[in-house]
């Protein structure tokens, strides 16, 4: 598994051994898990393992955006409700849903859902209660 942030590598460019490891992933690589596989069926059970027994179902996806996203839909079927804070700043994704959430993306083009509210981001240096005793709860 290659772990990235913002579309860049954290292990460097082109490095020997990941580019090796990457390259033995492919042999086995299926890339729709709509079917199952004993990759696919061995990483679910890894999962698995790590995760309380109340936590039973694994669902793979390809991009953080759609993790966010469906995260959202889960969110809303679970509570029935379709409301969202979200951080200033924040970046969830370049899908409809997560551009809504994301007020990085606010523009012209994308703009913020009415069930959104924004709440600042902590910030304990620069932050509006940088001077308050107990910042953590002058941020609630």
Known sequence: ?????NNVSHIGHCHPYYVMRLNSQNTRLLTNSR???DELMTATQKVLRKLPKELC??????SGSEANDLAMQMAEIHTGRN????FDGAY???TRRCTEVSP??????????????????????????????DPVSAYK
């Open 104 to 133: 990085y993306k606010w523009s012209p083009h994308y703009k913020k859902s009415e069930t959104v509210k924004v709440a600042p981001s902590p910030c304990f240096y620069r932050g509006p209660f940088r001077d308050s005793p």
């Open 57 to 62: 179902v694994v669902t793979f996806v390809n």
């Open 83 to 86: 409301g969202v804070i979200c």
């Open 35 to 37: 079917f199952l596989y």
């Open 92 to 94: 969830h994704g370049i």
């Open 1 to 5: 598994m290659l772990d990235c942030i």
